[in-house]
């Protein structure tokens, strides 16, 4: 900061002194200025003029004016130039000089000097110049650069340090669920920098032992796991974490700070951490790592109730109100709004929130990103049918329609399809131009415990579900096409399109996969459902055309024809018996022309095989 606050004020210097700096331009030696006479005056008008200043201005006659701060000296210089310019302008050999080059004394040496500071030049101070520049050139630019390497080699594509990388890679196992991704993330590095010196172990025990009081949400493995730890700074990360995700209020301010503080760390390397489950390509580590996501944005253990996401909803409430119900599974928020508004009240009393915490609670959930999927189908650009290695795009259409919301309004059939650009329009078919493009990104996310602000994001993905692998790679959607709220902050309900190309399967079949939308930030938000790909062979799609194209419409005096007339089918006109005894013959001498030229080629190539 130091460093880049000295660059920035001796740059703001530099530019004052630039902006107050007069510049200098170089004066051009003008015969006619010092005479004071126009460049059209004739030898006649010079020689009076030169008289007439001679009077004036002539040493013996002209006296020095002390007020001006003139001497002898300057009115010699004075009287010389007078003389230099009376003859440029009258003899022929100055008058020479002056044409050529461009001062009657003839041409002059020149100089070209290099604007540097005077203590550069002085005599005696080479040696300490050298040094500066050996300081600078041989020992600080290595160092940076070597720093800005070596730094660079710590840190990953994803932006996380190596270490961190390397231990995910260790952990990671095939049936890593939820409190796995949460355990596996306090091996990172990173949190030695935050927790580094006394802060290491300082507080642990007390964390230690009101986490375990209070925190439901761990399991037996992972209170055994927490337990066996040796490594100080990785066992108060993950304390920390577990108390950050089952929102236990620490009596230390430092412990709760240090609470606080890991969760965005702890966020951006677990965006790493899918990175590293695409490489093994298993699907639940993926979803594990997604959900993980969504329970640090909103300070939500693993396999809580969605319900803790609204304000006022706490463990007691949410399980009051789930005991009313006699749930087997936790309640979602859509499926709370979907209550009618008396049912809602009633449970929501009864599970000790009063009237205001209500309102509040059904304001939020409103308000809430929620991507309903309206429907989803692949297609090839400009084509109708789906062949091997083709390029696929698999298409989806949702809308956001927040949680409770009663009156939607009807989806658009055209909204629903996705139309390809003319093929004449050049414009439309080129690449768009994403600065053209208006992109619209929805609200920063409803986190109140999460210390950064964050946008939410839907990542898009295909599986193979019996094999539990990832088809297709996630698709990251931060911003949509269409405006996501008007003007007033309502919902617009406009129909988004989300695309995700890759390349199809090299064999015709049918293939099903079963497609994720998982939003990072909301808890409940998912959506999976099964998609299938058809995949058609080559040979039969042209097998199929050229049918289409060889059934012909009746003619209108035929019987098909008549028929045809009285459904209200297309018909082709009648041709009359010379017409078609004239096309007949036609297409004869046609056919033996073909024949004969088809005789012609084939001789030709027989020939040519010959040979």
Partial sequence: ?????????????????????????????????????????????????????????????????????????????????????????????????????????????????????????????????????????????????????????????????????????????????????????SSATEFEALLHGHKADAGTGQLEKRLLQEARVLTEKDRRFLQDMDDTVRRKTLALLWAYLARVELDDQ???????????????????????????????????????????????????????????????????????LDQRSHLTIQSFMNFPDARRRELATSAGLSNSQLETAISVASQLPRLVIERTFFKVTGEKHIIPNSLVQFVVKARFIPPGTRNIPEVHPSDLEDIDPDETDTKANSRPDPAEQKQHQPPLAHAPHFSRDHSPRWHLFLADARQGKVAVPPFTFTTFDKPILDESGKPTFNVQTLKMQFQAPPQPAHYKFQMHLACDSYIGFDDRRDVILSVEDPSSIEEAEW???????????????????????????????????????????????????????????TDTDEE
């Fill in 1 to 185: 900061m130091i460093v880049a606050g000295l660059g920035w004020t001796t740059i703001a210097l530099m530019v004052y002194l630039m902006a107050v700096t007069q510049r200098s331009a170089p004066k051009i030696w003008d015969p006619y200025e010092i005479l004071g006479i126009p460049m059209s005056s004739t030898e006649k008008q010079i020689q009076s003029r030169y008289r007439r200043l001679s009077v004036t201005m002539h040493p013996d006659k002209a006296v020095p004016d002390p007020a001006k701060n003139e001497t002898v000296e300057t009115v010699n210089e004075r009287w010389v130039e007078v003389i230099k310019a009376y003859k440029a302008l009258t003899d022929e050999d100055v008058r020479r000089n002056f044409i050529e080059y461009g001062n009657p004394d003839g041409k002059q040496s020149t100089s070209f000097g290099i604007a540097l500071p005077q203590f550069l030049i002085t005599e005696g101070n080479g040696k300490y110049i050298l040094l500066v520049y050996g300081a600078l050139l041989g020992i600080l630019l290595p160092y940076f650069v070597g720093s800005w390497w070596y730094g660079s080699q710590k840190v990953t594509r994803e932006k996380i340090l190596v270490s961190s990388a390397g231990n995910m890679f260790k952990e990671f196992t095939e049936r890593i669920d939820d409190h796995g991704v949460v355990n596996l993330l």
């Fill in 547 to 605: 049918e289409d194209e060889d059934i012909s419409e009746p003619e209108e005096d035929s019987i098909a024809g008549q028929m045809a007339t009285l459904r209200g089918g297309a018909t082709k006109k009648a041709t009359s018996p010379k017409i078609k005894q004239a096309n007949d013959d036609s297409d004869e001498e046609s056919g033996t022309d073909e024949e004969e030229e088809t005789e012609s080629e084939t001789d030709t190539d």
């Fill in 254 to 324: 430092t412990l709760n700070d240090e609470k606080y503080q890991l969760a965005p760390t702890a966020l951006t390397l677990n965006e790493a951490f899918v990175s590293v489950c695409l490489a093994y390509g298993f699907t639940n580590p993926v979803l594990a790592s997604y959900r993980t996501s969504q329970n640090l944005i909103q300070a939500v253990a693993p396999e809580s109730p969605p319900l803790l996401q609204l304000p006022h909803f706490n463990e007691k409430v949410v399980k009051d109100l789930e005991d009313q």
